[in-house]
């Protein structure tokens, strides 16, 4: 077949969503931002939400969401999205609002709005990019850095003595009574991401049905930060991160697995 | 006209709401008024205080350092604001419990046996409006029917059926009040 | 048909809100402002208006909702105290540099630190000068009456929405705390969400429908576009300083001393002035009702007439500073205050008048 061939519409297998701005990505070749971004973007745009939705964007490798995302977003200050995600589905319970987190911004500084807005049940998503690192800043240690992993403020390693454990917040929200799906999913090869997908899908369906917080953790990898290449990066992750995070459902329509 | 006043005794003895039905009267009769209380964690079982003041024109300071009159319930607040009613003022209080009774001779003094006669009426929680009947009877600024509209407009509706016995106790207080002459007390000693 | 009623500063002011169409309120307990809170739970706004109230788990998360239904247009208000508006800093700043109208309400207590619950205004500079990081000013209203607090929440949300710009609110304890008569003006309907579409469709974040999408953020990470930015910041304080200026003036006509003060420490120079014409020195009063802008050319031209000038704060002299810049030291300048909590008497102005200026 031609090229001209190819590209002619009726031809056409895929193509990206009209959610994702032709703006080129900022994150480094092979971090998984990017498909957790696309991820999202083709679910609100399957569903014919788009003109419906409101992102709140964080500090951290993702504060510019908002020059990818192509639909209305707030960025907020580092650790407040929940926060400003309340406000917006409180004075707009019709939209759909979600937040997009890595895991400093959600489970250092901004542990508190996190815990109160699961708490109270805000009828929003929470999407969480874990990757064991500050990757803004230059590879800093994170709340989530796994035991022993080096990174320019443990240099030598993360000690549980001095630096405490590798924090699963993900599973700490899914006590709350207010948390109605909680799942932690990966988006490094196919299968994940359709996975990943499926689980976006029903977040944002509970916002439809009103059930209250439906929490997405995204294991994800940072090569930069973590000092490998993108492929080592993704074999490291499933070999140490996911024991520690291990993936699935915890929580499904309100009940802990 | 302006009055300032002091009120000031124990938190619970019905101070700040004294202080209120007292602003609120004012308004009734279209005074301007002011409500400033003693605030915080002293207030919990302490004492409390409130300033009112009472004025046909715009009230400047609500805060002030002398009064026109002290209305004052307990020995602290006597300890404390004994001095601060302007020379030629009123002194208005309660005997029960006051050990070191006002010495000053150049203020009128009242006394009020709130506490005994709210005893006798068998309701604590008159308390405050005999003194308020009783400070009424000195200083007759607000009508007493701009009173019960005060006392209308500051109790919630569920409270509105004990309106006639707070009237009872303003007349028992504007009844019951008698001056007491520190000269007679020290000449007596 | 207004109401008239016999309310605490801080009741005022909440039910201010209610009445002018506030959309939503997020605040945190603490003394001397609880009420805010609380009477507006008791009141249940959802119920009469619409309005959404919500208690925070903390002032960060407070000023952040504040943040985030600002973004969406909506009239948005929290209040606090001096700790906790130094907790909301950050979100102010964030507030500022999106350009987001919103209301900030601080009924100022002593400080530094825990401090005091007791009166004060020692929070001036950080009101004024910005307060937050980053160039940024706050257009700052001082009531000095209940009804001031009552009437000055509508005009906090007109300016905060003519310049899509956070405006505060700064009171203190005693004005908070205590109870004047209120005249309350008549219930506004909130504005719809389609009639807020319309009116700010162009910048806030309600979702994209019929246009392109909007964005909210302070972030600018090329500095040519965070100079253009602060310009447009310095273009609204400009403007504000020519058409939002408000003050009063006090017997300043035959004044030949003049005492600047505002808010509560306004009240009690008011009684302090009163004293001294009783005593034959004629003392005027000039009080700021914005503390930005300042009434810098008033301050100027008086320093024409009278002899000298006293800043009374609740403080140990902030806008003292001021003052001495506006009359560019043609007369002298003192400060007098009290702090801690300590409120100055109307008779201790008066001495420290005839000391510090008079002589």
């Known amino acids: ?3 001209l061939d190819i590209i002619k519409p009726e031809n056409q297998v895929f193509c990206k969503t009209k959610l994702m701005t032709d703006t080129p990505l900022s994150y480094c070749p092979g971090c998984g931002h990017g498909t957790a971004h696309n991820l999202t973007m083709e679910v609100i745009d399957e569903m014919g939400i788009a003109e419906d939705t409101i992102g709140v964007a964080p500090v ?8 990818f995302m192509n639909i209305d977003m707030t960025q907020a200050a580092h650790g407040r999205a929940p926060a400003v ?3 917006i589905s409180r004075c707009w319970p019709e939209k759909y609002v979600f937040t997009y987190q890595g895991d400093g911004d959600l489970a250092a500084i901004g542990t508190a709005e996190t815990i109160h807005a699961c708490n109270r049940g805000e009828n929003i998503v929470i999407i969480f990019v874990n990757n064991g690192i500050y990757g803004m800043t230059g590879g800093q240690m994170a709340p989530t850095t796994l035991e022993g992993m080096k990174s320019s403020t443990s240099p030598y390693g993360r000690e549980i003595a001095t630096m405490g454990s590798p924090l699963k917040i993900t599973e700490l929200i899914a006590n709350l009574p207010g948390v109605y799906y909680v799942t932690r999913q990966a988006v490094h090869t196919h299968k994940h991401a359709r996975k990943a997908k499926k689980a976006i899908r029903k977040a944002f369906e509970n916002i439809k049905l009103k059930k209250g917080i439906s929490f997405v953790e995204i294991v994800s990898n940072c090569n930069s930060g973590w000092k490998m290449t993108p492929n080592d990066a993704n074999v490291w992750m499933e070999e140490n991160m996911f024991p520690y995070f291990q993936l699935g459902d915890i929580k499904v329509d309100g009940k802990l697995k | 006209m302006t009055e300032e006043i002091i009120i000031a005794g124990f938190g619970g003895q019905g101070v700040l709401s004294m202080g209120k039905i007292l602003a609120y009267s004012g308004i009734m009769q279209d005074e301007e008024v002011s409500w400033m209380p003693s605030y915080g964690p002293e207030m919990r079982g302490g004492t409390a205080n409130v300033t009112v003041i009472l004025s046909d024109e715009r009230i400047s300071s609500p805060y002030l350092k ?19 009613v302007k020379p030629g003022g009123f002194l208005i209080y309660d005997p029960n419990g006051i050990t070191h009774h006002p010495t000053r001779t150049d203020i009128q003094i009242f006394q009020i046996e709130g506490n005994k006669l709210a005893s ?14 009783g400070f009424l009877k000195i200083k007759p600024i607000v009508k007493l029917e701009n009173v019960i509209e005060g006392i209308k407009k500051s109790l919630p509706e569920r409270y509105h059926h004990l309106i006639p016995l707070n009237k009872e106790a303003i007349r028992k207080g504007m009844n019951s009040i008698n001056p007491y002459k520190v000269e007679e007390q020290l000449q007596n000693t | 048909m207004s109401e008239l009623k016999l309310m605490k500063g801080n009741e005022a002011l909440a039910e201010a809100a209610i009445r ?22 008791t009141e249940q706004p959802e119920k009469r208006t619409g309005m959404v109230v919500l208690q925070a788990e903390s002032e960060l998360a407070a000023i952040n909702m504040v943040y985030g239904a600002a973004s969406t247009g909506k009239r948005v208000m929290t209040s606090s105290s001096s700790p906790g508006i130094s907790l909301k800093l950050e979100g102010i700043s964030y507030l500022a540099g999106a350009e987001l109208p919103a209301v900030i309400v601080n009924v100022v207590r002593g ?3 825990l401090g005091t619950i007791q009166p004060s205004q020692a929070d001036y500079f950080q009101s004024v000068k910005g307060g937050g990081h980053g160039d940024y000013k706050l257009y700052v209203l001082a009531p000095s009456s209940v009804q001031e607090m009552s009437d000055f929440v509508e005009d906090a949300f007109d300016i905060a929405f003519k310049y899509r710009a956070p405006v505060l609110i700064l009171s203190d304890g005693l004005i908070g705390q205590m109870m004047e008569k209120v005249y309350l003006k008549e219930q506004k309907e909130r504005m719809s969400n389609e009639e807020l579409i319309e009116k700010y469709g162009s910048w806030a974040t309600t979702g994209k429908k019929g246009r392109e999408r909007n964005i909210i953020t302070s972030l600018d990470l090329q500095s040519e576009k965070m100079e253009a930015r602060v310009h447009r910041l310095m273009k609204k304080y400009e403007q504000m300083e020519k058409e939002d200026l408000r003050y009063e003036k006090i017997l300043c006509d035959d004044a030949e001393y003049l005492i600047v003060a505002y808010g509560s420490s306004a009240r009690i120079s008011q009684k302090a002035v009163e004293l001294a014409r009783e005593k034959g020195i004629k003392v005027g009063l000039l009080r700021p009702i914005t503390l930005f802008p300042f009434p810098k050319k008033q301050l100027f031209e008086l320093a024409n007439q009278v002899k000298g000038i006293l800043s009374v704060e609740l403080n140990m002299g902030q806008m003292v500073e001021d003052v001495r810049l506006s009359v560019e030291f043609k007369v002298p300048v003192e400060h007098f205050g009290r702090t801690g909590g300590i409120i100055h008497t109307p008779e201790e102005i008066l001495e420290a008048l005839e000391q510090k200026i008079i002589k």
């Open chain 3, 20 to 41: 002018c169409g506030a959309d939503a309120y997020f605040g945190y307990p603490i003394t001397p402002q609880t009420e805010v809170i609380e009477y507006l739970m």
């Open chain 1, 1 to 3: 077949m031609d090229v």
């Open chain 1, 60 to 67: 951290g490798c993702s504060v510019l969401a908002y020059d």
């Open chain 3, 111 to 113: 400080g530094p630190g």
């Open chain 2, 66 to 84: 002398i009064f026109d009159t002290a209305i004052i319930l307990n020995q602290q607040s006597m300890d404390k604001f004994e001095e601060t």
């Open chain 1, 85 to 87: 995600a309340t406000a």
């Open chain 2, 120 to 133: 006798e009426m068998g309701n604590k929680k008159i308390f405050n409006m005999i003194v308020l009947g």
